[in-house]
Structure formats: C-alpha cells, structure tokens
C-alpha cells in the first residue's frame, strides 16, 4: 500500500472532530482556539461526549462525531493520538494531533502552533502522511477476532518469575521458537516504543515492513527481524502470555489456538506540518548528536 501522499488534501473541510486527552481539564486554551478558527472559516466542530464534559460544551457520539467529520483532532500526547488511531480506525479520517502531553513524538504541533496551523489547515498547507497499522487476528476453534494496534503488539509474561516459549511462524511456516520474557512485533512507527527500550531497531516510520523484537531472550542468539510489508507472522504458545496492543487494549493467549499478526490494508492518516522533518525529530525527542 501506499504511505504517503502529499498531494492529498482534505476537500472543503466543513466539520471537525475534537478529542481531548481523558481526565485533562486545563485544555480550555486549546480548544477556545480551535472553536475560534472553525467559526471564522464557517466549520461545524463536533466535540465527542468524553471530551465535551471537561470542557463544560455540548457534545455527540464519539461514532457519530467520527461518521460526521472531515477529519478528528486530538488534544494531547502521544498516547491520545494512538487512543483515537484505534478507536477511529474504521472511519478512515485524517487525524490532526495537538501535542499537551509530554514526549510528543507524534503530535508535533505545540499549543503555541495551534493559531497558525489552524489557518494553514484551512489553506492546504500541511501534508498527509498514512502510518502502517497491525491486523491482529486472534484464532479460537476456527472462529476469528480482529483488532488493530497503532504502535505494537507485545507478547509477554504475566508473572515476574520463569519465562515463556513462543512458537513463530512466518507465512505458515514455522521459523523460530523464542523462549525468554517475550516478543513485540511492531510497525515502524512503534519501532520508537517499547521496541527500542527492548534493544529494537529504529526504522523510519514510513518504511514498509514488519518488526520482530525479543524480550531478554534465554538465548543470546535471538535478534531483532525486520520483515517485508508483506508476511504474516502466527504465534502460538501454551504458557501464561499476556498480550497487550498498544499497551491500551489486553489479552490472554490462553483463550486462542493462535494470533496472527500482519499489516492492515489501510493505514491511519496523520496530518502533518509540511516542513516537519522525522531525523530532526529524532535528534530532539532522543537527545542525539549532543556534545
């Protein structure tokens, strides 16, 4: 599938979405610019319900308000934006994110940012990048449950004692049977996640692949994989293993025979400053090339 397309522009936005991060109640600045720059441009902001009792303003169905929207924003971190990545995934609408929270490696317009990407949105002026998503698709006497995760699915134990066996199979065949505290398989948007805290390998985030990442392996031979956009990969196991998505949504693999993961057919739609640039990124959020 296809990453990226800067010459992707919402036509003639003419409602919005708003979400703001849960339990936050000093957003107010927030969202008095965004419901100012909407009125001037005659644009309908829908707040969701969750999000409009912190602000003290009318709201609507978080399913509703997404059917209803040119695109979503998101008030603020990181963890917001893949919050509403998987709840809004369905929808297939551009997500604007507006970083209030702390790290802020992908919501990349400050508050001080708001006033005039806002103008910008409205003019065309930003670029639409399309993030990999994972299909995970959990098997239980042959029927099948799917979900997606924006980041990564993490495969670990639940005790602190002991360890886990994971049985691996890439396209059906079996490949490797890693035997430590587990296993993330990650997009690599999330390779800058729990996947690089675990030893992983950073990879640009609209690289098409599919990221395969030990846990204190029993063994020192087991590495990090990255894998073609293409292949699927099947994990068994009959150990305790907790499977988490996102590190937002959980699971037991004791209650299927197998997990498939794979990438999605469509990724989520983020929107961008023109200018931004991934390695600068980079170098701010980690700290590098500091002397």
């Given amino acids: 599938m296809q990453i990226i397309n800067t010459d992707e522009k919402i036509r003639d936005i003419k409602k919005i979405g708003l979400v703001l991060?849960?339990?936050?109640?000093?957003?107010?600045?927030?969202?008095?610019?965004?419901?100012?720059?909407?009125?001037?441009?005659?644009?309908?902001?829908?707040?969701?319900?969750?999000?409009?009792?912190?602000?003290?303003?009318?709201?609507?169905?978080?399913?509703?308000?997404?059917?209803?929207?040119?695109?979503?924003?998101?008030?603020g971190g990181d963890g917001t934006l893949i919050s509403l990545s998987r709840r809004s995934y369905r929808y297939d609408k551009p997500i604007l994110a507006i970083n209030a929270?702390?790290?802020?490696?992908?919501?990349?317009?400050?508050?001080?940012?708001?006033?005039?990407?806002?103008?910008?949105?409205?003019?065309?002026?930003?670029?639409?990048?399309?993030?990999?998503?994972?299909?995970?698709?959990?098997?239980?006497?042959?029927?099948?449950?799917?979900?997606?995760?924006?980041?990564d699915a993490v495969f670990s134990r639940e005790m602190i004692g002991g360890m886990i066996k994971l049985k691996a199979y890439i396209n059906g065949d079996h490949f490797n049977t890693y035997f430590g505290d587990g296993?993330?398989?990650s997009t690599p948007t999330g390779s800058t996640a729990y996947n690089l805290s675990s030893g992983g390998p950073v990879v640009y985030p609209l690289t098409e692949a599919l990221i395969l990442t030990p846990l204190c392996s029993h063994s020192l031979t087991q590495r990090p994989l990255i894998l073609p956009v293409d292949f699927e990969v099947e994990l068994k196991s009959e150990d305790n293993v907790l499977i988490s998505l996102d590190g937002q949504e959980n699971y037991n693999m004791r209650d299927f025979d197998s997990?498939?993961?794979?990438?999605?057919?469509?990724?989520?739609?983020?929107?961008?400053?023109?200018?931004?640039?991934?390695?600068?990124?980079?170098?701010?959020?980690?700290?590098?090339?500091s002397e």
């Fill in 259 to 289: 997990v498939k993961l794979k990438i999605a057919s469509k990724g989520v739609k983020l929107i961008h400053r023109v200018e931004r640039n991934y390695f600068t990124v980079l170098r701010e959020k980690l700290n590098w090339g």
């Fill in 21 to 75: 991060r849960p339990d936050t109640y000093n957003l107010h600045p927030y969202y008095d610019i965004i419901k100012h720059k909407c009125d001037l441009h005659g644009v309908k902001l829908l707040v969701s319900k969750e999000s409009a009792k912190l602000l003290g303003v009318d709201g609507i169905d978080f399913d509703e308000m997404c059917e209803q929207s040119d695109l979503i924003i998101c008030v």
């Fill in 183 to 185: 296993l993330i398989v």
């Fill in 101 to 151: 929270g702390k790290l802020g490696f992908l919501t990349d317009i400050n508050f001080e940012e708001t006033d005039s990407f806002m103008d910008k949105l409205f003019t065309g002026e930003y670029r639409i990048d399309k993030r990999m998503v994972l299909n995970a698709i959990f098997i239980s006497k042959g029927e099948k449950k799917s979900a997606v995760a924006f980041n």
